[in-house]
């Protein structure tokens, strides 16, 4: 019998191999910093996460983990929507070529205005966090077709990771969301579609993702025993990626086969299931490039300076102390450097926090070495420190499966504009 998890990790690093090499043969022609972004990781990557559900299941990219507006336009290319937290990611969709029903809108406060373009424009479903935003919903009076609503439920239960339910701020309770169901049923040009299940992200064990599921087929049944008809379930697992050289990767082939016997469970048979992802889908495509340009020792500690450091790639949303500990690193280095040393990899801007890796076992570096950090395509440029020190930002930049190169224009020139 074939050894699913470790075929899966041998694909990760053959992929990873293939990058690197290549990377390695145009090192003089990239910019730094740059996030270049595999096209054949991230097929995979899709085509990973697609498995985890019933084939006819409908998919959505959620653009809070890495807005770029041409892969979003990738992820079209794959039958994979957008799922937008609010008016900007709304109108960056589109201006990626994105038709508003492959649109989902969700995010945790909606404005009367923003509502009201949904409503014209519409969207595969918009999804309801609160009893306030119901009635500013309500307000709403022109509809350019029957308005599609799930509601986004918070069992107020945790599963570890990080935590999106339980004591959190956000959805709706079992007991709130069936008081709007019902009347939304005696409301115009409002229909539910069916409920929304968001309950945490960046888990890397099996265990608290079956957990949810099992929840959520619970409160579908609770629905049922009070009358209220559910078509869709919309469903976001939280897949993590190991961002640190500590961290395990979640363990695919088992959340697969577990996952393939809880969709036998008759409380599905009449359910469209859709999926929403962001890190599961994005994340390992990006890699993260930077230059060496400064060296330096100091009171027994060697120093190298990266010419992007906290204000362009910050891996740590949500991990507690990730500047204390370090992700997984690659250097391209000249192949007849010295042996390898202890060092400390920080950035350029200035602060003590801007450190990238402490007391690294690396090559040695010289000024122009490349330092690579895989697992880089979600979170790690949006959650960066932008302004600070006014330093030069990120490039991006797209590898082909032919691998052809092509700049995009970074991202910030939307988020910013």
């Known amino acids: 019998m074939i050894d699913r998890k470790l075929a899966d990790s041998h694909s990760r690093q053959k992929q ?3 990058v690197l090499q290549w990377v390695k043969t145009h090192k003089t022609e990239l910019p730094t910093p740059l996030y270049l972004y595999s096209e054949a990781v991230l097929d995979e990557a899709v085509a990973a996460h697609r498995a985890l559900f019933p084939e006819n299941a409908r998919g959505f990219y959620a653009l809070k983990a890495n807005p770029q507006p041409a892969l979003v336009s990738q992820f079209a290319r794959l039958g994979i929507g957008g799922e937008v937290t609010g008016q900007a990611e709304w109108e960056l969709c589109i201006a990626a070529g994105l038709k508003p029903a492959n649109i989902l809108a969700g995010g945790v406060v909606k404005s009367l205005p923003f509502l009201e373009i949904l409503c014209q424009a519409g969207p595969a479903a918009i999804v309801i966090e609160s009893e306030a935003e119901w009635a500013r919903l309500k307000q709403v009076k022109n509809h350019s077709q029957q308005t ?8 107020g239960v945790s599963f570890g990771g990080l935590n999106m339910a339980g004591g959190s701020q956000f959805g709706l309770s079992t007991e709130q969301a069936l008081a709007i169901a019902q009347e939304c049923r005696s ?3 409002l229909e539910l579609l069916g409920l929304h299940f968001y309950f ?3 888990r890397l064990e099996v265990d608290p993702i079956v957990q949810a599921v099992e929840v ?5 049944q609770t629905f049922g025993a009070a009358g209220v008809p559910i078509q869709v379930v919309d469903l976001g697992l939280g897949c993590g990626v190991p961002y640190l050289a500590r961290d395990k990767a979640l363990d695919g082939a088992d959340l697969r086969e577990q996952l393939q016997t809880r969709w036998q469970n008759p409380v599905w048979a009449d359910i469209d299931i859709w999926f929403e992802a962001g890190r599961a889908l ?6 993260y490039l930077t230059r060496v340009i400064d060296k330096k020792q100091l009171h027994g500690e060697t120093f190298v300076f990266l010419d992007g450091g906290l204000n362009v790639h910050n891996p ?3 991990l507690g102390g990730f500047l204390r500990r370090n992700p997984h690193f690659h250097f391209i280095t000249n192949p007849f450097s010295p042996p390898e040393e202890l060092i400390t990899l920080v950035g350029n801007l200035c602060t003590t926090a801007d450190t990238v890796g402490t007391h690294v076992t690396a090559p040695f570096l010289c000024e122009g070495d490349m ?3 895989p697992n880089a395509g979600a979170y790690c440029q949006t959650t960066a420190m932008w302004g600070f020190n006014s330093q030069p930002l990120f490039q991006e930049g797209w590898l082909a499966s032919d691998d052809s190169f092509t700049l995009f224009p970074p991202q910030y020139q939307y988020v910013l504009k």
Do not use: F, M
């Open 216 to 220: 959520v087929e619970a409160t579908i």
């Open 316 to 318: 740590g949303v949500g």
């Open 371 to 373: 330092v690579i950090i």
């Open 187 to 189: 409301t115009a040009h």
């Open 282 to 287: 994005v994340a390992r495509s990006g890699y």
């Open 200 to 202: 945490g992200s960046q």
């Open 148 to 155: 599609k609503i799930l509601l986004r439920i918070n069992p």
């Open 16 to 18: 990873d191999e293939e």
